[in-house]
């Protein structure tokens, strides 16, 4: 069976080998590498490929939707973006680059099969802002879009953090953090100590952190920093000024993204829950989902609001696409 799978992963398709896991072929600048991703369900009209966070995160900790969408007949699908995860990390800087990512997800599409008629791209932080962007690179090759958790501009996100986030936070623990920062000393422990309590419980999951669920846990503990850093930066308040995505903005394109859309926002999330509404009303066939209990990873901390939402509108596509 070794020798077999060794084969198959060559021609990507170890798909079934282990329960519904698969690794494929991505052709990148710097050679060919393997990326993982897992198979839940089975439903020919829709096929929801999830893009996870970070960048540099793990699909890890979006295994909450195992918690609803299989019962709701909803055929999705994992995956670990290249550098993250169960998926190949090469030592290749130059691969961390949007549109190189962007050319990943199409590769991964075309080896699963996904069509126009059943292809709904999902993505959740960096995910939506990698979402955003491969419905503009491909605008024909979707059936519909979530976007969750993800403004369309990086220098308002930056300015939301540092306008609104950042006054609300202790001066004394904002003042340490800050001169961290600036001593680009972001990897000694107390910066993390400090982030926990007066940022991370009350905009990224709203729990104490002893108490987050298993799957967040894990996805935080196995973040790629090799990728995170140069592409988001070392700050956790908004994206430093350097990094990869810190000019990205897409506000004035949202309007050739012609296909269904979805955007999830959260009252106490790290985005602008008012940035999100706009973003739905500036898209075509836009639609905004709001959890008013909930934070950046609002599908733990306000998960049946979040969930009722989501399963509406994968519930609407359904409908249409057996037109019913």
Request: proline fraction near 8%.
């Amino acid at each position: 069976m070794k020798d077999l799978t060794a084969y198959l992963d060559t021609r990507g398709l170890t798909d079934r080998l282990s329960g519904g896991s698969r690794r494929m072929p991505i052709d990148t600048p710097a050679g060919r590498h393997f990326v993982w991703t897992k198979r839940i369900g089975n439903n020919p009209r829709l096929k929801l490929l999830l893009l996870h966070g970070g960048p540099g995160s793990t699909h890890e900790y979006l295994e909450a939707f195992d918690s609803f969408l299989p019962a709701a007949g909803i055929e999705y699908y994992y995956y670990d973006q290249l550098g993250s995860g169960n998926s190949d990390r090469p030592d290749a800087p130059e691969l961390w680059q949007l549109d190189r990512f962007v050319d990943e997800v199409e590769q991964v599409r075309r080896t699963l099969g996904l069509t126009p008629q059943n292809f709904v791209l999902y993505g959740q932080s960096w995910g939506g802002l990698l979402a955003m962007e491969y419905a503009l690179t491909h605008p024909g090759r979707l059936r519909g879009l979530v976007i969750s958790n993800m403004m369309a501009s990086a220098p308002a996100y930056t300015a939301y953090a540092e306008s609104v986030l950042a006054p609300q936070m202790d001066p004394a623990a904002l003042a340490e953090i800050r001169a961290l920062e600036a001593a680009s000393d972001t990897e000694n422990p107390r910066y993390l100590e400090l982030l926990i309590p007066h940022h991370y419980e009350h905009h990224v999951l709203r729990m104490p952190a002893s108490e987050w669920p298993d799957p967040v846990q894990r996805g935080f503990n196995h973040i790629n920093p090799a990728i995170y850093v140069p592409m988001q930066g070392p700050s956790e308040l908004g994206m430093s000024p350097n990094a990869g995505l810190a000019r990205w903005d897409r506000v004035s394109d949202l309007g050739r993204i012609t296909v269904p859309t979805l955007v999830i926002g959260a009252e106490h999330d790290t985005m602008d829950p008012d940035h999100l509404r706009e973003m739905a009303w500036r898209l075509p066939q836009g639609r905004y989902h709001h959890c008013p209990n909930g934070s950046h990873l609002a599908m733990y901390d306000d998960q049946e609001v979040y969930f009722s939402g989501l399963l509406a509108f994968l519930s609407d596509l359904d409908r249409a696409a057996s037109g019913h």
